[in-house]
């Protein structure tokens, strides 16, 4: 999502830069071949775009060069992804399944054969490749890129005013750049790519068997010891197969573990098992391991082989490397659940009491009390009810004998 611009480069960096590049047409390096097979030589380009540092950080590579990629995981892609995540993108602008196969198939004979990067033809040499046209080809992009098998890193431009005078003076005429692009794999669609068989009956889908067909083998050599026949081979370990399960499962288990299948991990993990270890113990020792060296590659070659190699590196397999971690764990559940056992006691012991003193506030001692108290309230207010007549008796007999009327008179 970040705009980059580049950077315009004239020799002797366009013929270094060019010498890296695996194009043809327009900007692709001199063939040695040319000479010998008749075909008329390809200059170098006198100025290149060449882009800034860390422009690569992120993107990942293609595994199994062009072939692979264009065989394998762009129709993959295809298939799992575009009603998904492309056809609500591009809504009337679909495009179909051959023309994005064409335009991948041209984009990856102009990308660096090792890497999949510094795929930079134009739109309108695509289209002359594929005998599409330009929109179409657009369209193509686009659905590449929506699949997750394509990465833009650098959008195409107009050439700056500065840099359309640099290329006439080196004699190049062009007024813009090309995108740049970097074609990788999926991890999730390497996955499904993997089970295919080079066999000629390999495929992804069940081969369909004829009920006519016969099934068992008519005959087989006995098995065994003397007998010149294969044994049969031993089931997987039961413990290990269950902790490989269980570790597969574990959303804390790194995305290689889910590469191979629990019978796979169970022979690694048979030895672990007997010594009863769970998921968290190996979660545990990929991150001791990180810790100590560093680094984990996230698809690393050979899954199998970096735990096996985890497990030598810690020796003893009786020593659990997440015990104190789960001792630790153990020790503050019981600790909490102690202390949440405390406070139910406490809650039932309090709920008790307040219903005690609730039954209380209704006995005869409560009533007896509440009448006295009402009958002192109900002689206070009589003896203020009779002090406040007698003092306006007293004011009206003075206020009589002010006037010099007869205070016993009414």
Not at 113 to 140: E, K
Not at 224 to 249: E, H, K, T, Y
Not at 323 to 335: F, T, W
Request: proline share 7%; hydrophobic share 45%.
């Amino acid at each position: 999502m970040l705009r980059r611009r580049g950077v315009a480069r004239t020799r002797p960096w366009a013929v270094r830069l060019a010498k890296t590049a695996c194009g043809r047409g327009s900007g692709s390096p001199v063939v040695p071949e040319a000479a010998q097979t008749g075909e008329p030589a390809k200059a170098l380009p006198p100025i290149v775009l060449d882009l800034e540092d860390g422009v690569w950080a992120g993107v990942p590579c293609w595994v199994g060069r062009s072939a692979r990629w264009v065989r394998f995981t762009v129709p993959i892609a295809y298939d799992l992804r575009y009603d998904t995540r492309v056809r609500p993108v591009l809504g009337v602008n679909q495009v179909s399944r051959p023309a994005v196969l064409a335009v991948a198939a041209a984009r990856a004979e102009y990308a660096e054969y090792a890497t999949g990067r510094q795929c930079r033809p134009t739109n309108a040499r695509l289209a002359a490749d594929t005998g599409l046209s330009v929109r179409t080809v657009q369209r193509a992009d686009a659905a590449l890129r929506l699949l997750g098998v394509a990465t833009e890193v650098l959008r195409g431009r107009q050439r700056t005013r500065t840099e359309r005078l640099a290329s006439w003076r080196v004699g190049d005429r062009g007024r813009g750049w090309a995108s740049v692009w970097a074609l990788h794999d999926d991890t999730l669609l390497a996955q499904l790519a993997e089970p295919l068989s080079p066999h000629p009956e390999g495929s992804l889908l069940p081969k369909k068997i004829s009920r006519s067909s016969e099934l068992t083998t008519a005959n087989r050599r006995p098995a065994g010891v003397g007998r010149r026949g294969a044994r049969r081979r031993a089931g997987p370990d039961s413990a290990g197969l269950a902790l490989a399960r269980a570790w597969r499962a574990d959303p804390h288990a790194p995305p290689w573990a889910r590469r191979h299948s629990a019978q796979a991990w169970a022979g690694l993990l048979a030895g672990p098992a007997q010594h009863r270890w769970c998921a968290r113990d190996v979660n545990q020792l990929i991150g001791d391991w990180a810790g100590v060296h560093g680094w984990i590659p996230d698809t690393p070659h050979t899954a199998i082989g970096l735990l096996g190699a985890m497990l030598t590196w810690h020796g003893d397999l009786a020593v659990r490397p997440a015990a104190l971690d789960m001792a630790r764990d153990a020790a503050e559940l019981a600790a909490a659940r102690t202390r949440i056992a405390e406070q139910l006691t406490a809650r039932e012991h309090n709920a008790a009491a307040r219903d005690a003193g609730r039954a209380a506030l209704a006995g005869p001692g409560r009533a007896a009390a509440r009448q006295a108290a009402a009958d002192a309230h109900a002689r206070s207010l009589a003896k203020r009810t009779q002090a406040a007549a007698d003092d306006a008796a007293a004011t009206e007999a003075t206020v009589r004998a002010a006037r010099g009327l007869d205070p016993t008179t009414p």
